[in-house]
C-alpha cells in the first residue's frame, strides 16, 4: 500500500464483538472504557490482517499504565495530588474503581482468524504490579510469551523510547493506550508519538475526577506546574480558558473577580482535542463520556491517529455508546 494511503477499519458488527462475558469486568465506567477499546482494537486487527502484511508492518501493542491486572485495591500513588480535594470515602471508592483495568487480558486474547499484534508493552511504575501482571498473562498465553516485553519506569521515559525505535523503525504501527488514573502524562510526551507515522492512540483523561477539582472557583488553579505540564499552556493560559473577569457592585463599588466558566468538565475534554488537533492529522470530535454512578462525567475516552479511518470507526463506536 502507498504511503498517503489511509488503512480502511471494518465498519460492520461483526468486528466488534466483545469476546468477554460484561459481567466478569469492574465498574459501569471501566466497562465502557474497555468495550470501546475492545471494539476498535478487533476492527483493526480485522483491516490489518491484509496491509500489514503487503507493507511488511509490525504490529505493537503498548500500553504505558498497565498496572498488575488485579482486581485488588491498589493505592494511587500521585504525589502531585493533593488528596484532600477528594473525603477519604470518596477517593478509596474511585481508587477501587480504576485499579482493575483489565485492558492487557483482553489485548492478549484479541485474535483475527489467528492474527494478533506482533509485540505486546507493557509499563508500569510500580514494579510489583508489573511482575503480577507478567506472571498472569504469561500464564494464561504461554504461546504468546516471546513477544511480550514488561518494561517498569515512568511512562514518559518510556513512551519516548517507543517514538526514539519508531523513528528508526519506519514499518513499526503502534496502537498505544495511555490510561492513567492521575496526571502522570506530559503533554511533550504526548507531542512526541505525533512523530510515529502509523499511529493509534487512545487517552484517558481525569477531566472530571481531577482536573476539574484543581481549577476551584474562586479562581485559583492548584498544583499549577503539574497542570502547565499536562497541557503543555502556561497557568495564565489555562487561567483565561477556563476563567472569566466579571464586575460586580460591592459596598466599596465596582469588583472585578474571577468566574470559573460553565461546563467546565465538558471544555477540558474540549481543550484537550484542541490540542490533539495541533499534533495529530485526525482527532475524535466527541470523546467517549465515561460517568460514575450519579451519572457525572469523571474521565473523557479520546481517540487520535494520523489515519482519517482511524477516526472514523473510533467516532461510531464512541458515538453509539454516548447515545445510550
Same mark, same amino acid.
Given at each position: 500500500?502507498?504511503?498517503?494511503?489511509?488503512?480502511?477499519?471494518?465498519?460492520?458488527?461483526?468486528?466488534?464483538?466483545?469476546?468477554?462475558?460484561?459481567?466478569?469486568?469492574?465498574?459501569?465506567?471501566?466497562?465502557?472504557?474497555?468495550?470501546?477499546?475492545?471494539?476498535?482494537?478487533?476492527?483493526?486487527?480485522?483491516?490489518?490482517?491484509?496491509?500489514?502484511?503487503?507493507?511488511?508492518?509490525?504490529?505493537?501493542?503498548?500500553?504505558?499504565?498497565?498496572?498488575?491486572?488485579?482486581?485488588?485495591?491498589?493505592?494511587?500513588?500521585?504525589?502531585?495530588?493533593?488528596?484532600?480535594?477528594?473525603?477519604?470515602?470518596?477517593?478509596?471508592?474511585?481508587?477501587?474503581?480504576?485499579?482493575?483495568?483489565?485492558?492487557?487480558?483482553?489485548?492478549?486474547?484479541?485474535?483475527?482468524?489467528?492474527?494478533?499484534?506482533?509485540?505486546?508493552?507493557?509499563?508500569?511504575?510500580?514494579?510489583?504490579?508489573?511482575?503480577?501482571?507478567?506472571?498472569?498473562?504469561?500464564?494464561?498465553?504461554?504461546?504468546?510469551?516471546?513477544?511480550?516485553?514488561?518494561?517498569?519506569?515512568?511512562?514518559?521515559?518510556?513512551?519516548?523510547?517507543?517514538?526514539?525505535?519508531?523513528?528508526?523503525?519506519?514499518?513499526?504501527?503502534?496502537?498505544?493506550?495511555?490510561?492513567?488514573?492521575?496526571?502522570?502524562?506530559?503533554?511533550?510526551?504526548?507531542?512526541?508519538?505525533?512523530?510515529?507515522?502509523?499511529?493509534?492512540?487512545?487517552?484517558?483523561?481525569?477531566?472530571?475526577?481531577?482536573?476539574?477539582?484543581?481549577?476551584?472557583?474562586?479562581?485559583?488553579?492548584?498544583?499549577?506546574?503539574?497542570?502547565?505540564?499536562?497541557?503543555? @499552556?502556561?497557568? !495564565?493560559? %489555562?487561567? +483565561?480558558? *477556563?476563567?472569566?473577569? =466579571?464586575? &460586580?457592585?460591592?459596598?466599596?463599588?465596582?469588583? #472585578?473577580?474571577?468566574?470559573?466558566?460553565?461546563?467546565?468538565?465538558?471544555?477540558?475534554?474540549? @481543550?484537550?482535542? !484542541?490540542? %490533539?488537533? +495541533?499534533? *495529530?492529522?485526525?482527532? =475524535?470530535? &466527541?470523546?467517549?463520556?465515561?460517568?460514575?454512578? #450519579?451519572?457525572?462525567?469523571?474521565?473523557?475516552?479520546?481517540?487520535?491517529?494520523?489515519?482519517?479511518?482511524?477516526?472514523?470507526?473510533?467516532?461510531?463506536?464512541?458515538?453509539?455508546?454516548?447515545?445510550?
Amino acid at each position: 500500500m502507498e504511503d498517503n494511503k489511509d488503512y480502511r477499519l471494518v465498519e460492520s458488527d461483526d468486528a466488534c464483538i466483545v469476546s468477554e462475558p460484561q459481567s466478569s469486568w469492574g465498574g459501569a465506567w471501566t466497562e465502557e472504557k474497555l468495550d470501546a477499546l475492545e471494539k476498535y482494537v478487533r476492527a483493526y486487527l480485522t483491516v490489518m490482517k491484509k496491509y500489514a502484511k503487503e507493507n511488511g508492518w509490525k504490529l505493537f501493542y503498548f500500553d504505558a499504565f498497565a498496572g498488575s491486572g488485579s482486581r485488588e485495591i491498589e493505592s494511587v500513588e500521585e504525589k502531585n495530588i493533593d488528596n484532600t480535594l477528594f473525603r477519604e470515602k470518596e477517593l478509596e471508592k474511585i481508587t477501587e474503581q480504576a485499579s482493575y483495568k483489565g485492558a492487557a487480558e483482553r489485548i492478549m486474547g484479541l485474535e483475527v482468524d489467528g492474527f494478533s499484534f506482533d509485540y505486546f508493552y507493557f509499563i508500569d511504575k510500580d514494579k510489583k504490579s508489573l511482575h503480577k501482571l507478567q506472571e498472569k498473562l504469561k500464564s494464561l498465553f504461554p504461546h504468546k510469551a516471546s513477544c511480550m516485553a514488561f518494561r517498569p519506569g515512568d511512562a514518559n521515559e518510556r513512551i519516548l523510547e517507543l517514538v526514539s525505535y519508531a523513528r528508526n523503525n519506519p514499518k513499526c504501527a503502534a496502537l498505544v493506550l495511555l490510561d492513567p488514573f492521575g496526571m502522570q502524562l506530559n503533554w511533550e510526551t504526548i507531542s512526541a508519538l505525533k512523530e510515529i507515522k502509523h499511529i493509534d492512540l487512545w487517552i484517558l483523561v481525569p477531566s472530571g475526577v481531577i482536573i476539574n477539582r484543581l481549577l476551584t472557583r474562586s479562581g485559583k488553579i492548584l498544583c499549577p506546574e503539574r497542570m502547565e505540564m499536562s497541557f503543555g @499552556l502556561s497557568v !495564565e493560559e %489555562l487561567q +483565561k480558558y *477556563f476563567y472569566e473577569q =466579571i464586575t &460586580e457592585l460591592g459596598l466599596f463599588g465596582e469588583m #472585578t473577580r474571577q468566574k470559573k466558566r460553565d461546563d467546565t468538565i465538558n471544555r477540558i475534554a474540549q @481543550l484537550y482535542i !484542541e490540542l %490533539l488537533s +495541533k499534533e *495529530f492529522q485526525f482527532v =475524535i470530535k &466527541e470523546p467517549l463520556v465515561l460517568r460514575n454512578s #450519579t451519572s457525572c462525567p469523571i474521565f473523557h475516552f479520546i481517540f487520535a491517529s494520523h489515519n482519517r479511518n482511524g477516526v472514523k470507526i473510533a467516532s461510531q463506536i464512541v458515538g453509539k455508546k454516548n447515545r445510550k
